[in-house]
C-alpha cells in the first residue's frame, strides 16, 4: 500500500514525504491553505492532505518535473509557470514514470496499479515571478529560479521567512536534463536571487535531500558554479535514466557529502557550461 510519511515542521506547515524521496509541503493560513508541490502521483497525497486540512486549497508547482507535478491530478486549483509545459507533458509519459519503480528504494510497495493518471495542463493556472498568493495572515510569493528548468519557481513565506525551494538550490544541483539552463545562466540565477531573498529568508525546505537547507547553500553552489566554469572539477561520470553528465565534486557512498569535505555539489553537462550554448 502506497503511503506518505507526515510530518509536523512548524504550527502551520505539514511535510508529506512519498515513496520517491519528494517532499512536498501543506502551508495553512487563517482563510486558506497552499500545497506546494504533489509528487509523482503514486498513491493518493490528497487523501492525506484532507485528513489535516479543512481550508480551502490552491496548490502551487516548483515546475513540471514528474515528481513535483503528478499528483496534482487530484487538485482542482493548481498553479504552473506556462514555461513549464514542454517537460510537463514530456514526463507525463507512463513508461517513464514507472522507471522510477526501479530507482527508489523505497518504492518496495508500490506497484503499476497505484499510478494516477498524469493531469492535464490545460487546467492549470499561470503563475509567474511577483505572484503573491494571500491565505490570510500568510502571504506567499513566487520569485523565478531558471536552472534546473527554465521555468522553475520558488516560493516564499513572507511572514514565516521560509523559503520552499523545490529542486531549484539543493546539495546536489541538477543541469542534467535539455529543460536545465547552462551552468553560466544557472550561476548568475542564483547570485539574482541570493540578493533578493537575503535577510528575507531564515529557512530553506527543500523537494528533496534532508528536507532543510541552510541559506549558505546560495553561496555553495555558486562557487561550485564558478569552479565548473573554470575547469576546477573531479568530473565524475554521471548517468542515471538517460541522463547523462558529470558530478563537479566526488561524493562519498550512497550519500550527498563530498569527499573533500565541501558543501554543495552539481551535476552538469560539458556541452551546456555557457550561455552561448544554451
Request: net charge negative; hydrophobic share 35%.
Amino acid at each position: 500500500m502506497v503511503y506518505f510519511a507526515v510530518r509536523r515542521i512548524t504550527d502551520h506547515i505539514t511535510e508529506f514525504l512519498g515513496r520517491f524521496h519528494e517532499r512536498m509541503y501543506l502551508v495553512k493560513g487563517k482563510d486558506r491553505a497552499a500545497l506546494i508541490d504533489t509528487g509523482c502521483g503514486f498513491g493518493s497525497l490528497k487523501a492525506e492532505v484532507d485528513k489535516r486540512n479543512e481550508l480551502p486549497l490552491l496548490v502551487l508547482l516548483t515546475h513540471g518535473h514528474q515528481d513535483h507535478a503528478m499528483g496534482a491530478v487530484e487538485f482542482e486549483e493548481v498553479w504552473l509557470n506556462p514555461e513549464e509545459e514542454e517537460v510537463f507533458t514530456r514526463q507525463t509519459d507512463a513508461g517513464y514514470r514507472l522507471l522510477g519503480l526501479g530507482i527508489s528504494r523505497d518504492a518496495v510497495n508500490v506497484t503499476p496499479e497505484d499510478m494516477l493518471p498524469p493531469p492535464d495542463f490545460k487546467r492549470f493556472h499561470p503563475v509567474r515571478e511577483g505572484d503573491v498568493f494571500d491565505l490570510g495572515g500568510t502571504t506567499i510569493e513566487a520569485f523565478a529560479c531558471p536552472g534546473h528548468t527554465r521555468g522553475n519557481l520558488v516560493y516564499l513565506d513572507r511572514e514565516h521567512r521560509i523559503l520552499f525551494s523545490g529542486d531549484a538550490v539543493s546539495r546536489a544541483s541538477f543541469l542534467v536534463g535539455k529543460e536545465a539552463t547552462t551552468v553560466e545562466e544557472y550561476r548568475d540565477t542564483l547570485i539574482r536571487l541570493r540578493a533578493l531573498l537575503d535577510g528575507k529568508v531564515d529557512r530553506i525546505l527543500e523537494g528533496h535531500g534532508n528536507g532543510e537547507l541552510p541559506f549558505a547553500i546560495f553561496d555553495a553552489v555558486i562557487q561550485v558554479c564558478e569552479e565548473v566554469l573554470a575547469g576546477n572539477t573531479d568530473r565524475i561520470p554521471y548517468d542515471l535514466r538517460g541522463y547523462k553528465g558529470f558530478t563537479a565534486k566526488a561524493r562519498k557512498p550512497h550519500s550527498l557529502d563530498r569527499v573533500d569535505g565541501g558543501y554543495g555539489n552539481l551535476i552538469y553537462r560539458e556541452d551546456k557550461l555557457w550561455r552561448d550554448q544554451g
